[in-house]
């Protein structure tokens, strides 16, 4: 009976699409863009589920790599990252200072895109890496070049804020 109620409640549905992630693959491109620009770092960005090919499994491989950070844009991306991968792990997405509290400040390094965020780090008291957006004239986000000047303030007051 109950498995009769399971087919009814469950049904097996079969994907109109799969996706096959072959591991060496994944690594040998990564072996191959560090070839081409070996002076640079290079960061894989997982953010929308590693675009669709599953942030554990890519997580997972990605730990074969010498890349010094994963790349994640939110905190339940970041949670995932966190208990697949031995990387540190970049937030790209912006987040709320009050949730600042949850994350791994030894694990996690923040971009922060304003003020309020900037501030909100350095009252933790806590050592904390942080990556500086820049509005370079797109507009879309990061600090604009005439107010750089109180953000060099902030970091002053904030040694314990490493600007990476």
Do not use: W
Not at 42 to 54: E, Q, T
Not at 75 to 103: A, D
């Amino acid at each position: 009976m109950l498995d009769f109620l399971r087919k009814i409640f469950y049904p097996h549905v079969t994907p109109m699409n799969m996706i096959y992630v072959d591991r060496s693959a994944i690594l040998d491109n990564y072996t191959l863009l560090k070839k081409l620009q070996p002076q640079a770092e290079l960061f894989p960005v997982l953010k929308s589920n590693a675009y669709g090919h599953g942030i554990k499994h890519i997580a997972k491989i990605l730990n074969k790599t010498d890349a010094p950070y994963l790349v994640v844009d939110s905190y339940p991306e970041y949670m995932l990252v966190k208990k697949y991968s031995k990387k540190n792990i970049l937030l790209l997405g912006e987040t709320l200072p009050e949730n600042y509290r949850h994350f791994d400040y030894k694990k996690v390094t923040f971009c922060v895109y304003n003020i309020k965020s900037l501030e909100a780090l350095g009252r933790s008291g806590k050592p904390v890496k942080i990556h500086l957006f820049v509005n370079t004239g797109m507009y879309r986000e990061g600090a604009n070049l005439h107010s750089l000047p109180e953000y060099i303030a902030l970091l002053q007051k904030y040694p314990h804020i490493i600007l990476e």
